[in-house]
C-alpha cells in the first residue's frame, strides 16, 4: 500500500523557515543550498514540495499575508464593547508591526517586478490587504461616532492609505529613520486619524 503523501503537511512546516531566510538574505543572496540549510533538510527534498526558488519566493510572499490574517482573526474574534475591530487591529499593529521582519521579503520581491508571477504575486497581497482593511474600515464607520459633516474621502483611498502607513512604518525601522516609540506613534496616531476619516 502506498503511503499517503504529505507533502502539503511538509510545505506548511518548512514555510516559516524558508520565509525567513529570504527575510534575511532578499531573493537574489538566497540561494537555494541555504535555504535547505536553514531548514535542516537537503535541497531535493526542497524541490520534491516546490519546483523552484522562484515557486519558493511566492509561497514566502503569500504567508506574509497569510500569517498577517491568522493573527488577525484571533483579534476580530474578540469581542470588545469599547472599540470596533479596525481599532483594535489598528492597535495591535501599532505594538507589533513589522517585529518579524517579513516585510523585508515584499521589499525584495519589489524589486522582482519585472517578473510576472512575482508582480502578480504582490498585487494580489496589496489588493488583499486593501480590501481587509477597507472592509473592517466600513465597518468601524458604521459603529463609530459621527464626525463634522464635511466630505469625507472613498473607503478605498482611506484603505490605501492605512497600507501605504505600514508599508512607511517599515521603511523606517529598515533604515532606521525612527524608533521604535516614534513607529507606534505613527502607526497608532495616523492610523486613528484615517480610521476617524471613516465614520459616516
Known amino acids: 500500500m502506498a503511503r499517503p503523501d504529505q507533502s502539503e503537511?511538509?510545505?506548511?512546516?518548512?514555510?516559516?523557515?524558508?520565509?525567513?531566510?529570504?527575510?534575511?538574505?532578499?531573493?537574489?543572496?538566497?540561494?537555494?543550498?541555504?535555504?535547505?540549510k536553514s531548514c535542516a533538510v537537503r535541497e531535493n527534498i526542497l524541490y520534491r514540495l516546490w519546483p523552484n526558488k522562484k515557486a519558493m519566493f511566492i509561497a514566502a510572499i503569500e504567508y506574509v499575508y497569510d500569517l498577517s490574517m491568522e493573527t488577525w482573526q484571533t483579534i476580530l474574534t474578540g469581542e470588545s464593547r469599547t472599540s470596533t475591530t479596525a481599532e483594535r487591529v489598528l492597535d495591535y499593529e501599532a505594538r507589533h508591526h513589522g517585529e518579524?521582519?517579513?516585510?523585508?521579503?515584499?521589499?525584495?520581491?519589489?524589486?522582482?517586478?519585472?517578473?510576472?508571477?512575482?508582480?502578480?504575486?504582490?498585487?494580489?497581497?496589496?489588493?488583499?490587504?486593501?480590501?481587509?482593511?477597507?472592509?473592517?474600515?466600513?465597518?468601524?464607520?458604521?459603529?463609530?461616532r459621527p464626525l463634522s459633516g464635511r466630505e469625507k474621502p472613498g473607503d478605498d483611498v482611506l484603505a490605501w492609505a492605512i497600507v501605504a502607513l505600514g508599508t512607511m512604518a517599515n521603511i523606517t525601522r529598515e533604515i532606521g529613520l525612527l524608533s521604535n516609540p516614534k513607529r507606534r506613534r505613527l502607526i497608532s496616531d495616523v492610523g486613528r486619524l484615517l480610521l476617524d476619516e471613516c465614520i459616516d
Open 9 to 36: 503537511e511538509k510545505r506548511r512546516q518548512l514555510l516559516p523557515i524558508v520565509a525567513k531566510t529570504f527575510a534575511e538574505f532578499g531573493y537574489r543572496r538566497t540561494t537555494t543550498a541555504e535555504l535547505a
Open 100 to 144: 518579524f521582519g517579513l516585510y523585508r521579503i515584499v521589499f525584495a520581491g519589489l524589486s522582482e517586478t519585472d517578473d510576472p508571477e512575482i508582480r502578480g504575486t504582490l498585487k494580489t497581497m496589496f489588493s488583499r490587504f486593501h480590501r481587509f482593511i477597507r472592509d473592517e474600515m466600513k465597518s468601524h464607520g458604521q459603529r463609530a
